[in-house]
């Protein structure tokens, strides 16, 4: 996902939220997850609000689902300035706070093959079921996260917008609702995924290659 669409879609609410005053979130990167799924740890970086760790109390988790290309989990913070918009809004009491948690989607360091956030048809590498079970409870249980469906959201880009309506139609339970911006799949290539059934579940087990991501 190109850096300058991000910036078009988010960049705007970004410089309005640099101008905000008042207490800042924190933002860590390069904190991992272990994955028995996937076999090695998953990266991720998190949005902890103004408060976090002094207040006692637990918090709605959203979780940001990148684009492809060169997408990574700190374009929603080095690029699109989303804790800026996230802290505006906190403080201005349009939103409750929450933990904002953005995972790797890469395959690998190569990345030359986009995982969309799931599965491959083959099972060669099971990232929506990586995420159910291992990431999820992974992150909610090390963060000060609520823990339910009720509590919980997803927003992704380009394929990551393909990921969270996916996510979405497949679990309902499990999220409260979901935001799918620029959302892209390669539905007319005969390598990249597919959607099978109502619950668009699966996918090739491969896609045209793509730019990789620096790491």
């Not at 395959?107 to 099972?123: E, K, M, P, Q, S």
């Not at 999820?136 to 963060?143: D, F, G």
């Not at 959201?153 to 409260?176: E, K, N, T």
């Not at 892209?184 to 996918?203: K, L, M, Q, V």
């Amino acid at each position: 996902m190109a850096p300058s669409v991000l910036r078009s879609l988010l960049g705007a609410a970004a410089l309005l939220a640099a101008t905000a005053s008042g207490p800042r979130a924190e933002v860590r990167f390069g904190n991992v997850a272990a994955s028995e799924t996937l076999d090695r740890p998953v990266r991720y970086a998190v949005y902890l609000p103004p408060g976090y760790g002094s207040d006692g109390r637990d918090y709605p988790v959203l979780y940001l689902l990148h684009g492809g290309g060169s997408g990574q989990p700190s374009d929603w913070f080095t690029l699109a300035g989303i804790d800026q918009l996230l802290d505006r809004m906190i403080g201005s009491g349009e939103i409750r706070p929450l933990i904002a948690v953005a995972p790797d989607g890469r395959r690998d360091a190569g990345n030359a093959v986009a995982t969309y956030f799931l599965d491959d048809a083959d099972g060669a590498t099971r990232w929506e079921t990586m995420f159910f079970e291992d990431f999820i409870p992974a992150v909610e249980t090390r963060h000060r996260a609520i823990g339910s469906g009720d509590a919980r959201a997803l927003l992704g880009i380009s394929m990551g917008g393909v990921a969270a309506a996916v996510y979405q139609l497949r679990a309902p339970d499990r999220f409260a609702g979901a935001a799918a911006l620029a959302k892209r799949a390669r539905a007319a290539s005969p390598r990249s995924w597919t959607a099978s059934g109502p619950d668009c579940s699966s996918r090739s087990a491969s896609a045209p290659p793509m730019t990789p991501s620096p790491t």
